[in-house]
């Protein structure tokens, strides 16, 4: 089976730095995407990592161990309207389609 | 460009009634996906297409079926309601299949089943 974990619930202050980390276990993993939800609204795409390391985007950074089956989305300079709900989702080694497993979601809250 | 549109935003459904959610991306993309979404969880694959002409089911696929009505469209159809597919209901799609593609969300179906 497949399953990830990530926290249900992160705090920061506005100008922070937060990090949010998510363990997977799947057999014939690939990839490591990471996606945005605003209040139950549409998801929105952040990043993905298929090797080891580090890429930036911006105030976004996304991490990927594949050895420790970990990744993180790391936000700096945090603002107010990153307060939201991010949601780790890994892919198959033999893609069936695009198929996405979704963690069940961390949710933002930046205070001032 | 609008994107992925959803109809319709919210319905009410009484047990045992059927309905079609349809989803329209203008993208020109060859991969559609439907979601659900249950309150604080996160997404579940109901059924997608990597193309046109092909269908298949994902992780939650029971008491649903589709239709990739052409590369534009992709509707969901619930034949029998239960209160067990209360949820919100999301259509995506990606240029292809290829892993780590990005998925492009419409603005979700709110679904109550009575």
């Known amino acids: 089976g497949q399953s990830l974990e990530q926290p249900s619930e992160v705090t920061a202050v506005e100008g922070a730095i937060v990090q949010i980390n998510c363990t997977y276990q799947?057999?014939?993993?690939?990839?490591l995407s990471w996606y945005q939800q605003h209040d139950g609204g549409a998801p929105t795409f952040l990043s993905y990592?298929?090797?080891?390391g580090l890429e930036e985007t911006g105030r976004f950074s996304s991490f990927l161990s594949r050895s420790d089956s970990y990744g993180y989305l790391l936000l700096q300079e945090l603002q107010m309207k990153d307060s939201a709900s991010y949601f780790c989702a890994v892919s198959h080694i033999y893609n069936q389609g695009g198929k996405l497993i979704f963690g069940q979601g961390t949710e933002l809250s930046v205070k001032p | 460009n609008a994107g992925v549109t959803q109809t319709p935003k919210f319905q009410v459904l009484k047990t045992g009634q059927s309905m079609t959610l349809q989803c329209a991306q203008d993208?020109?993309?060859?991969?559609m996906y439907w979601y659900r979404q249950d309150p604080g969880m996160g997404l579940r694959l109901i059924y997608y297409?990597?193309?046109?002409?092909?269908?298949d089911k994902g992780e939650v696929p029971n008491g649903y079926n589709v239709s990739r009505l052409n590369k534009r469209e992709f509707s969901l159809r619930l034949e029998s309601a239960a209160p067990s597919q209360t949820s919100v209901y999301f259509c995506?799609?990606?240029?292809?299949?290829?892993?780590?593609?990005?998925?492009?969300f419409g603005p979700g179906t709110r679904l109550t089943v009575l």
């Open positions: 297409s990597a193309s046109e002409g092909t269908t």
């Open positions: 993208m020109n993309h060859n991969s």
């Open positions: 995506a799609s990606s240029e292809r299949d290829d892993d780590g593609n990005e998925q492009f």
């Open positions: 799947t057999s014939g993993f690939y990839g």
């Open positions: 990592n298929a090797l080891d």
